[in-house]
Each structure stands twice: as C-alpha cells, then as structure tokens.
Nanobody
Framework: QVQLVESGGGLVQPGGSLRLSCAAS????????MDWYRQAPGKQRELVAS???????DYADFAKGRFTIFMDNPKNTVYLQMNSLKAEDTAVYYC??????????????WGQGTQVTVSS
C-alpha cells in the first residue's frame, strides 16, 4: 500500500505563486506516473497536470504556461509549481499516483488534498 502526503497549499494573492508537493511512501513499489487534480466547490474534479517516471508531462489548457509539474524520482515526490495564480485556481488540489507493486500489477491511490485559496 502506498500513501501520498501533500503539502504546500495556502492563501495567496492573485498573481502570486505556490509550490505543492506530494510524497509517496509505503512498501515496495515502482512509480509509473503522478498527477495533480483539483476540485473547486460545486465542480467536478479535473486533471491539472501529469508526469510519468520517465519525465513525460501533460497539462490542462488552463495550466499551460503558468504551472509546472516535476518529479524527484529517488524521493518519489512530485511537485506542482503554480505561478500567476488567479481566483479561479481556488480549489482543493489532490495528488494521484499510479504505481506497480509487482510486474503487471498496477494500482492507484489518492492523497488527502490540500486547499489552495487565491484571494486578495
């Protein structure tokens, strides 16, 4: 079983920056990919950005040019650097991980979420 622990959320003014982190820990596993999702009040959870262990990344349109996802593979930690934040970025941000526990057996888990509030 893999656990994800997120940190770095908080209150920031419009135009400001935040860096979220998500650390994976647990028994023997091999990370396949890690993603950031977000969910605003009254809205569905949506993908923000994803990264594979090989370094391939993908971003939602709203994140392109403002957010950067990167991973520290030895630490099994993924980061989301968010710049030029807007009020509409306010949401709970969740980390998600796909990982192999053994050959051909891949599992998925979520973190508990971290609140990001963009407000003046």
């Amino acid at each position: 079983q893999v656990q994800l622990v997120e940190s770095g959320g908080g209150l920031v003014q419009p135009g400001g920056s935040l860096r979220l982190s998500c650390a994976a820990s647990g028994s023997t596993f091999s990370m396949y990919s890690m993603d950031w999702y977000r969910q605003a009040p009254g809205k569905q959870r949506e993908l923000v950005a994803s990264i594979t262990s090989g370094g391939s990344t993908d971003y939602a349109d709203f994140a392109k040019g403002r957010f950067t996802i990167f991973m520290d593979n030895p630490k099994n930690t993924v980061y989301l650097q968010m710049n030029s934040l807007k009020a509409e970025d306010t949401a709970v941000y969740y980390c998600n991980a796909d990982y192999y526990i053994r050959a051909n057996v891949r599992e998925n888990t979520w973190g508990q979420g971290t609140q990001v509030t963009v407000s003046s």
